[in-house]
C-alpha cells in the first residue's frame, strides 16, 4: 500500500513558477509509474502528466506540453511537477498518482491518490 503526499500549491500570480511535490511511503515507490492529475472548479479530475518508475519516460497532456516538467528522485521517494508560466486555467487541485503499471496510470483506474494541493492562479 503506496500513501501519497503532495505539497507545494499556493497562490501564485500569472507567469509565476511553481513545484509541487509528492511524497511516497509504505511501498517500493522506485518500482511504481507516478503522475499529476488536477481537477478545477466543476470540472471532472483531468490527467496531466505520468512518468515511468525508472524516469526515463514521460507523457504530458496536450494541454500543458512544453510549460509543465514531471521528474522523480527515486532516493526521496518524490515525484515532482515543475509548472512555468502559469495561467488562470490552471487553476486547480492537483493530485498525485501511482500505479505499479505506466499504461494504466492516464486512465486514473485503480491508482493511489494523494490528498490534493490547491493551486491558484490570480490574472
Known amino acids: 500500500q503506496v500513501q501519497l503526499v503532495e505539497s507545494g500549491g499556493r497562490l501564485v500570480q500569472a507567469g509565476d513558477s511553481l513545484r509541487l511535490s509528492c511524497t511516497a511511503s509504505g511501498g517500493t515507490f522506485s518500482t511504481y509509474a507516478g503522475g499529476w492529475f488536477r481537477q478545477a472548479p466543476g470540472k471532472e479530475r483531468e490527467f496531466v502528466t505520468s512518468?515511468?518508475?525508472?524516469?526515463?519516460?514521460?507523457r504530458y497532456a496536450d494541454s500543458v506540453k512544453g510549460r509543465f516538467t514531471i521528474s522523480r528522485d527515486n532516493a526521496k521517494n518524490t515525484v515532482y511537477l515543475q509548472i512555468n508560466s502559469l495561467k488562470p486555467e490552471d487553476t486547480a487541485v492537483y493530485y498525485c498518482?501511482?500505479?505499479?503499471?505506466?499504461?494504466?496510470?492516464?486512465?486514473?483506474?485503480?491508482?493511489?491518490w494523494g490528498q490534493g494541493t490547491q493551486v491558484t492562479v490570480s490574472s
Open positions: 512518468i515511468s518508475s525508472s524516469g526515463a519516460i514521460k
Open positions: 498518482a501511482a500505479n505499479p503499471l505506466l499504461l494504466k496510470l492516464p486512465n486514473g483506474n485503480n491508482n493511489y
